[in-house]
């Protein structure tokens, strides 16, 4: 089969191509189509299935670059991971952030259901293995609501798992020995603002990015709370992170219940919670799974070579 897609009259090429043609290779590679650039047009060949799906890919990176101007390889990824049958456009809006250097999305059924959920509850639990965007879209969620003003705050808290007595053999202030904890909330942050902003959310207490134990004692009204990496939490901590919230407020717990780093023999509180709260009806549950996975394409088949491992006797 082949056909011929028009590119945007506007568009730069060396963009949609990008670098040394190296999107063209990446869909040539992973779709197996045959592809040739004249002009204003890209004519596609190969099988059928294959020819529609990179069609359908080129079309989403020319709406990307015309909306947001950019593009990058792992947007690509996402495309080609995608499907037009997935989502109806409604459902798969942009989630609105500070930045609009990117379109923050869901990108798989999953994620799609995680964020609607998310909307709809007040207290959500997410469950899934690395790369599935639990954190990242928990974090769109609560920055979309602050731009708002649909909210006051957001609090961000992750649980050191060495924070005990082996946090105390760190160098420097307790800002110092608790900052590697929680960077990748930083990360997730400075990717949907620009830098200075946060830093001025951050100084005015909107913006709170927290170790665990400091949120003991607090009520937290009008505010999104996300807890990160949950499945290291104590049933305490748990419980006490779960009693915190309050008036107005929205709370997301996240975590990856196959990478518990807790002392042996001592229960996960997320997974406590999930079992003791699954009958109460306003909060939700979701499970993403490695179909999920949006980073790096090897990410996937990294985790399902693992998945599969059996342990040596």
């Given amino acids: 089969m082949e056909t011929t897609i028009k590119l945007e009259p506007t568009q730069k090429q060396l963009e949609l191509f990008g670098p040394g043609d190296s999107f063209l290779r990446l869909i040539r590679k992973s779709l197996d189509v045959t592809i040739s650039a004249r002009q204003n ?3 596609l060949s190969g099988t059928e299935k294959n020819v529609n799906k990179a069609a359908e890919v080129f079309n989403k990176m020319q709406e990307q670059l015309k909306k947001y101007h950019s593009l990058s390889s792992e947007d690509i990824s996402v495309f080609m991971m995608q499907s037009d049958s997935d989502f109806k456009d409604e459902n798969n809006a942009p989630i609105s952030v500070y930045s609009h250097k990117k379109a923050i999305k869901p990108n798989t059924k999953g994620q799609m259901k995680y964020v609607q959920t998310m909307l709809k509850n007040d207290l959500t639990f997410c469950i899934g293995p690395a790369g599935t965007g639990k954190t990242y879209l928990a ?6 609501m602050l731009k708002k003003k649909q909210i006051r705050r957001i609090v961000l808290a992750r649980p050191a798992v060495e924070a005990g007595e082996k946090l105390g ?29 946060m830093r001025k959310l951050m100084d005015l207490d909107i913006i709170e990015i927290i170790p665990l134990a400091f949120m003991r004692g607090r009520t937290l009204n009008e505010s999104v709370i996300i807890c990160d990496e949950a499945q290291n939490t104590s049933p305490m901590q748990m419980l006490m992170v779960l009693t915190r919230l309050g008036q107005g407020s929205k709370m997301i717990i996240t975590g990856d219940i196959t990478q518990i780093d807790l002392p042996a023999g001592q229960k996960s509180g997320m997974i406590e919670a999930i079992e003791t709260l699954r009958r109460i009806k306003g909060i939700g549950y979701v499970q993403l799974s490695q179909t999920d996975i949006v980073r790096h394409k090897l990410v996937q088949n990294i985790v399902q070579a693992y998945k599969k491992r059996v342990p040596k006797k």
């Fill in 139 to 144: 974090v769109a969620i609560a920055v979309s």
């Fill in 169 to 197: 053999f760190l160098p420097g202030d307790l800002q110092a020995k608790v900052n590697p904890y929680l960077r990748p909330l930083f990360d997730a942050i400075e990717d949907m603002m620009e830098f200075n902003q």
């Fill in 41 to 43: 047009t890209l004519t």
